[in-house]
């Protein structure tokens, strides 16, 4: 059985390929995820740096007023584009009439 260079290199390639999928796949199952730098305890003297469990609280209560108010106008606003369709829909009816009555008498 003779082996040319051709198939030769087109065999180690493939082998060489399918070995780096393998290593890969071995390194993607067996790897942890390590955080880098490990995250560091807040300390007594780092705390004016950071919110407060109040502050947090009232910025939370805060924000749910904020978004019931903009909850509220939106209904408001829906009530009267509603309202306003129903006069529109009206005005349109009479102006139909109207139309319907200048062109019979002519």
């Given at each position: ?40 305890p807040v ?7 950071y919110v ?55």
């Open positions: 059985m003779e082996v040319d260079g051709v198939n030769l290199a087109i065999g180690g390639g493939a082998v060489s390929a399918i070995a780096g999928v393998v290593g890969a796949l071995i390194k993607a199952r067996l790897g942890k995820t390590k955080l880098e730098p490990t995250p560091l300390t007594t003297e780092k705390a004016p740096k407060t469990v109040q502050e947090f609280n009232r910025h939370v209560a805060d924000n749910e007023r904020d978004h019931e108010n903009l909850f509220a106008r939106l209904n408001r606003n829906d009530m009267v584009t509603s309202e306003i369709n129903g006069k529109l829909t009206g005005i349109q009816a009479d102006l139909t009439l109207i139309k319907d009555k200048l062109f019979k008498t002519r």
